[in-house]
Nanobody, 114 residues
Framework: QVQLVESGGGLVQPGGSLRLSCVAS????????MTWYRQAPGKERELVAS????????DYADSVKGRFTISRDNAKNTVSLQMNSLKPEDTAVYYC???????WGQGTQVTVSS
């Protein structure tokens, strides 16, 4: 079955950086686009970034454009999210997801606070 395991979250000061990783299993990773979502307390889950099967195409929410970078390593079944210049409003639980499948991982908490 599809499994997604996110890691790399934590507490960081405003302006800091974090790198999130997601290891996928249960499907042929290189065949599918991947995405990162986030959900802040009291808010709906929102799409943050997406990447095509080969990594050649990426897209970002306006709120993170220029600060976040999504990438993937198909040899390691891993998708990553490099987050720079973090702001308090980036505080959320971050999830990776393959759009084709309904499965969500457990997420990883990112807290941006001084």
């Amino acid at each position: 079955q599809v499994q997604l395991v996110e890691s790399g979250g934590g507490l960081v000061q405003p302006g800091g950086s974090l790198r999130l990783s997601c290891v996928a299993s249960g499907f042929t990773f290189s065949f599918f686009a991947m995405t990162w979502y986030r959900q802040a307390p009291g808010k709906e889950r929102e799409l943050v970034a997406s990447i095509g099967r080969t990594g050649g195409s990426t897209d970002y929410a306006d709120s993170v454009k220029g600060r976040f970078t999504i990438s993937r390593d198909n040899a390691k079944n891993t998708v990553s999210l490099q987050m720079n210049s973090l702001k308090p409003e980036d505080t959320a639980v971050y999830y990776c997801k393959a759009p084709t499948f309904p499965t969500w991982g457990q997420g990883t908490q990112v807290t941006v606070s001084s």
